[in-house]
């Protein structure tokens, strides 16, 4: 299962808010009557949620409570099986004299030179500079 926004992948979380949606996840187990949920691990991946359930009572409750939980300030929420997650890809790419450039500059190079290529919701997760050589 997975807890992102649910207008993924054109938003995603940020490193803060996956740890705000952790907090306020396991807060919300704890306050449950009785048996909540379980889960056997969570990892941020993605700009996402991935959460491993123990069982279908655990899957149902995570998509039941995400998008309501007390307290979450960011971008509506939605818990989805990793089957109807959309398909990410990621590529590294070499784009000489853009190190000072914004990112907005790389990703416009990017679709300026490839026709037809849609790039709404491609997003930078990292860049370096690489030395001159």
Request: hydrophobic share 40%.
């Amino acid at each position: 299962m997975a807890v992102l926004p649910l207008s993924y992948p054109v938003e995603s979380l940020t490193p803060e808010e996956l740890t705000v949606l952790q907090d306020l996840l396991m807060e919300e187990v704890f306050r449950g009557e009785d048996y909540a949920a379980s889960f056997l691990g969570v990892e941020f991946r993605g700009g996402m949620l991935q959460v491993d359930c123990v069982d279908e009572a655990s899957a149902d409750w995570l998509k039941e409570y995400a998008p309501k939980l007390g307290g979450w300030k960011g971008p509506v929420l939605c818990a989805k099986r990793a089957e109807d997650l959309p398909i990410m890809h990621s590529m590294t790419m070499f784009l000489p004299r853009c190190g000072d450039k914004p990112y907005e500059f790389a990703l416009g190079l990017v679709k300026n030179q490839n026709r037809g290529l849609s790039i709404s919701s491609w997003r930078v997760v990292s860049s370096k500079m690489e030395e001159i050589g």
